[in-house]
């Protein structure tokens, strides 16, 4: 005995107590029972149904639905009950769960005794679902018009709620236990008359289908109607559930997808407002079905084809009858694309069921009926083992059962006497579909076209949101995180930019990401590097020439994904800076940054060719200069030939050849409008009585990729008023209208950006001090007046640009300034102060790990320290004043025997891994940095130096 009858027998067995318990009992005859018999071997769901619940036994027998076809309409007609009911709504999902029980145990009896052809069960299982969504439809609609008001359009008349039912419910070929797919509408924009907290007829429309799913997909009464399936509407998973039908045929003519066209061959208005939904449907023909075609409509479904192949490959589909190669899918997309080409000007293919198709197509002579014969014939042999694997227990399964008795179940309930018999039949279908499948649009191009299309992931991109393909992880090579691919590539997909592609845009961008993806996954971080370029492919692709340079350059591609792996920092600043993308075509510029001379010429040859009165323009340029120098020192940096100290020199370089053609040019402007200070004849280009002078980062050659620029500004004007210009003002006045130019230049945001942001603070008096200094006053202050954190900041400060007389006062001044005489216990005590009081105000940050800047040890303990010295010794040791970076400081305290050899080498050594780290941080967008062990123990060894010189 076989495992079906075992099955059988036992399944009997509790039936009959089942129904001895209840006081029922069956007919005896041998025609009845040996239906039972076949019933409950082939189907687990019939029999674990009934021994639950045999009143639907008895109540088929009586009725004698085991035995007849239904008319049209009957399935509505067994809803009616409920709409009598005063309290529907609460009853309606048990209501309907038990009509679906009852329904599908007939269909499955009367298809596996042979009762019914394929064409009435698949028939009976769309008219089942179209009436239990129906019957939701009226109650809910009925019950919201109760509570909320009802929706009226401008006319005054109701409406109604308008559902398609689209795939194989739209065809009415719903198989036993599938999902139901379902697009929402309603016909226009209106009113709600009687209003409750009820906006409007979107708002009406989306809670009505809200509750409807909440029903239909709820298993609480363990009596489920229909999964529903909402995902092929407008936008997919992220769109409005429901939407007027002038938003969805703006929707489908502007943004409407070949995949979507394909999917709306099927659809069928199957609930609510009927009239509306077949008017909807003949506004969407013109787009389902063209009477025109171009090569990209080819291609387009040569790319359909070749995603069908790349996912027939994956093992998992081996025994699919579905999406396994020669399945399911492969006929209805043998039909529907003669439907797309010809439908349009072949409207009697505008059909919705396959098999009338496939006989048109003979008809029509698109195929030769032999083609007709093996398709139609396969279908239906399919289709019907199709059943039989989900009618067993209820399950939407595609796929061969794996176990012998399984198997052997199988192929009797499709007539045959054994597994071999089931299994060559299944062969002999299966390669002659995929024979006729793989002749589809064959042509001396389609191997170079689908050479693009069949890369894995140009099939996981084209439909990563498209619900009728199978989209897996496991598709991803290159990648060790699959599932994170995924994610990003959806990101990129449901991000608002990609919904606004024009169709070019978005042809482009489909080329495009395969071969972003490929590259990312040969980087050492495959995934990171993917996301990061996917956040710069949404923030440049509205601007699709962008894409056009990527596509047009692969190599640009590479580069790009190698920087992207190293530094988040880097494509940010990219985003937010798309036209420097051009710099990555040469990698023999982009990695070695221009020197001072260069960047000299470069500057001077951009500005040349902008009028002199064109002040945004000038402005935008030295954006762009400033952005394109950056970016070549990050890339140089990050490729690890490029030391610490060349990355200063050159960020450095780019800020002062920045800062001396804003100089200039806030010159020039503020010339022309109130000509030049009196008794001063400036030469072309000067910039007389004015200089700028850098401090901090800046000052001592240090400057980091985010680096305020630390500024103070003097003149040395004297008393008088201008002359020249239209305007005459006092000198003074325009020094400070200068120095106010200069900074509303440097933060000026223009379309590339803005240039730095200065930071003022260091100036006499600090914020409440002019704007521009006297340097007479500069000197007076620094001498009388400053404080001892001025004396040090005076130390890293250098003029920059401006009056070349101006530079020399100030480096008298700054050398008087290093050179007074100190009292060395106060002075370390108010340094000591200074740097207590900084260490209260980053308390919390010390708290939380290592501080780079501000933790023992770190660069403000080296800067302090070594300013300290500095101060201390500068009289004696003149040498020190020449410089004002940290690391030739340290290098001359050596050489003066301040510093021992092994102090100034760990001071040193310490200063510039921190400083690395820094960069690195910046590149990486991260603010937190865990130190080895040997830059803990130089952190430790400079933090006792500190406490010793300091404190001690």
Request: hydrophobic share 40%; charged share 25%; aromatic share 8%.
């Amino acid at each position: 005995m076989n495992f079906c009858s075992e099955q059988a027998i036992l399944f009997k067995e509790a039936l009959d107590a089942s129904l001895a318990s209840r006081g029922l009992s069956i007919p005896g005859d041998a025609f009845f029972l040996k239906e039972l018999n076949t019933a409950l071997m082939f189907s687990k769901f019939i029999a674990t149904s009934l021994i639950k619940t045999p009143e639907i036994l008895m109540d088929l027998l009586d009725s004698k639905d085991l035995y007849r076809t239904y008319s049209p309409g009957e399935y509505i007609k067994k809803t009616e009950p409920i709409l009598n009911l005063p309290e529907k709504a609460h009853v309606l999902q048990r209501f309907l769960g038990t009509l679906r029980l009852r329904e599908m145990v007939r269909i499955a009896w009367r298809d596996l005794n042979g009762h019914a052809a394929l064409e009435e069960t698949m028939a009976d299982l769309s008219a089942l679902a179209d009436a239990c969504v129906e019957t939701a439809m009226t109650v809910l609609h009925e019950k919201l018009c109760t509570t909320h008001g009802v929706p009226m359009d401008p006319h005054g008349d109701p409406l109604k709620i308008i559902v398609l039912g689209m795939g194989k419910l739209g065809a009415g070929e719903l198989n036993f236990s599938s999902d139901i797919d379902l697009i929402f509408a309603f016909p226009r924009e209106g009113t709600i008359e009687n209003a409750v907290r009820m906006p409007g007829c979107e708002a009406f429309f989306t809670k009505l289908c809200r509750e409807f799913l909440n029903i239909f997909n709820s298993r609480s009464t363990g009596l489920p109607i229909f999964r529903v399936d909402t995902r092929l509407r407008p936008f997919g998973e992220s769109g409005p559930l429901v939407m007027s039908c002038e938003a969805m045929e703006i929707y489908y003519q502007t943004q409407g997808r070949e995949w979507e066209r394909y999917a709306l061959i099927k659809a069928r208005p199957m609930a609510g407002d009927l009239a509306a939904g077949h008017a909807l449907l003949a506004t969407l023909k013109p787009f389902v079905f063209r009477r025109y075609l171009d090569y990209g409509t080819f291609d387009a479904f040569r790319d359909m084809k070749a995603r069908i192949t790349m996912q027939i490959r994956d093992k998992r589909w081996k025994n699919n009858i579905k999406l396994g190669a020669g399945g399911i899918r492969e006929i209805e997309f043998f039909g529907q694309l003669f439907q797309l080409i010809r439908g349009g000007v072949t409207p009697r293919l505008q059909e919705k069921k396959i098999l009338k198709v496939l006989a048109l197509l003979a008809r029509e002579g698109f195929i030769n009926a032999a083609t007709a014969r093996d398709l139609k014939s396969a279908y239906v042999f399919l289709r019907t083992v199709e059943h039989r694997l989900q009618e067993y227990d209820d399950r939407q399964t595609h796929d061969i059962p794996g176990g012998k008795s399984k198997r052997h179940c199988l192929a009797l309930s499709m007539g045959f006497d054994s597994w071999d018999g089931l299994e060559k039949a299944l062969h002999r279908h299966m390669d002659m579909v995929h024979q006729h499948f793989n002749k589809l649009l064959v042509s001396k191009e389609s191997k170079k076209k689908n050479g693009k299309a069949e890369s894995p992931f140009r099939y996981l991109w084209e439909t990563i949101n498209d619900p009728q393909a199978d989209v897996k992880a496991s598709l991803v090579s290159g990648y060790t995180a699959p599932e994170k691919v995924l994610q990003s590539l959806e990101t990129l997909a449901e991000h608002p930019h990609t919904r606004k592609l024009t169709r070019t845009g978005r042809r482009r961008l489909n080329d495009l990401i395969p071969l972003v993806a490929e590259i990312a996954g040969e980087q050492p971080q495959p995934e990171i590097t993917l996301e990061r370029l996917i956040s710069l492919i949404i923030a440049i692709e509205q601007r699709t020439c962008y894409l056009s340079l990527l596509l047009e350059n692969p190599t640009a591609i590479i580069t790009l994904a190698t920087l992207a792996t190293q530094s988040p920092w880097i494509i940010s600043f990219l985003s937010r800076h798309p036209a420097l993308l051009d710099e990555l075509l040469d990698p023999a510029t982009l990695y070695k940054p221009p020197d001072r001379p260069s960047l000299e010429r470069d500057l001077a040859h951009r500005m040349a060719a902008i009028p002199p009165e064109d002040f945004e323009f000038q402005l935008e340029e030295l954006c762009l200069f400033k952005l394109t120098g950056t970016l070549r020192v990050a890339a140089a940096d990050i490729s690890g030939d490029y030391p610490l100290m060349k990355v200063s020199d050159a960020l450095t370089d780019i800020a002062e050849t920045v800062l001396q053609q804003v100089l200039c040019i806030a010159w020039q402007q503020t010339r022309r409008r109130y000509g030049v200070p009196s008794g001063i004849e400036p030469a072309p280009g000067a910039t007389p009585g004015f200089a700028a002078v850098a401090y901090g980062k800046l000052g001592g050659i240090e400057l980091g990729y985010k680096s305020d620029l630390d500024l103070v500004f003097v003149h040395s004007e004297s008393r008088g008023v201008t002359s020249g210009g239209p305007r005459s003002i006092e000198n003074m006045r325009f020094y400070t209208l200068l120095g106010q130019r200069i900074i509303t230049m440097l933060t000026m945001h223009t379309p590339a950006g803005t240039l730095y942001k200065p930071d003022m603070r260091l100036r006499p008096s600090g914020q409440a001090g002019m704007i521009v200094s006297h340097i007479d006053a500069f000197y007076e202050y620094m001498e009388t007046q400053a404080w001892t954190w001025e004396h040090q900041a005076i130390i890293r400060a250098r003029p920059v640009a401006g009056d070349p007389l101006l530079w020399k006062k100030f480096n008298a001044i700054r050398q008087q300034v290093m050179e007074i005489k100190r009292h060395t216990p106060t002075l370390r005590q108010e340094i000591r102060e200074m740097r207590e009081r900084m260490k209260k105000q980053r308390f919390d940050a010390l708290s939380h790990g290592f501080d780079i800047k501000q933790g023992r040890g770190g660069i403000v303990d080296i800067e302090f320290l070594v300013q300290f010295l500095t101060l201390n010794h500068a009289r004696n040791h003149p040498a020190l004043i020449r410089w004002t970076d940290n690391i030739r400081l340290i290098e001359t305290l050596e050489k003066e025997r301040i510093l021992s050899e092994t102090q100034a080498l760990n001071l040193r050594e310490t200063y510039i891994v921190l400083r690395k780290a820094l960069h690195r941080l910046d590149l990486k967008e991260k603010t937190e940095y865990r130190p080895g062990t040997d830059l803990t123990k130089k952190t430790r060894m400079v933090s006792q130096l500190f406490q010793r010189m300091l404190y001690d």
